[in-house]
């Protein structure tokens, strides 16, 4: 599968944004879709995730409450929502795919297909 994140920019502390994850492929129903995010000097870090069967989703703490991930399998789209946004969540944001299993969601390694990357950068 192919992945392109999309819908990042320069937002004002406080406000939102939504990123897109676009998906080729006929099967995108059976993948377990995670959001990373990479801010510059630092470790990839686990932003949220949202399952392939049931649609549960898990949160990193720093977003926990602020965020929101969804899917429409319809249009092979995976969303993240954010409000509230902080200067520290200026980052590059990044989409991963895992196929039809459940991984350890918080581990980067774990993930079969990567997207390009969408900046976000937050202005205090």
């Known amino acids: 599968v192919q992945l392109q994140a999309s819908g990042g920019g320069l937002v004002q502390a406080g406000g939102s944004l939504r990123l897109s994850c676009a998906a080729s492929?006929?099967?995108?129903?059976?993948?377990?879709m995670g959001w990373f995010r990479q801010a510059p000097g630092k470790e990839r870090e686990f932003v949220g995730a949202?399952?392939?069967?049931?649609?549960?989703?898990l949160y990193a703490d720093s977003v926990k409450g602020r965020s929101t991930i969804s899917r429409d399998n319809a249009k092979n789209t995976v969303y993240l929502q954010m409000n509230s946004l902080k200067p520290e969540d200026t980052a590059v944001y990044y989409c991963?795919?895992?196929?039809?299993?459940?991984?350890?969601?918080?581990?980067?390694?774990?993930?079969?297909?990567w997207g390009q990357g969408t900046l976000v950068t937050v202005s205090s």
């Open positions: 949202i399952g392939w069967n049931d649609g549960s989703t």
């Open positions: 492929g006929r099967t995108f129903s059976r993948y377990f």
């Open positions: 991963a795919a895992k196929w039809a299993v459940v991984p350890a969601a918080y581990v980067p390694s774990e993930y079969d297909y």
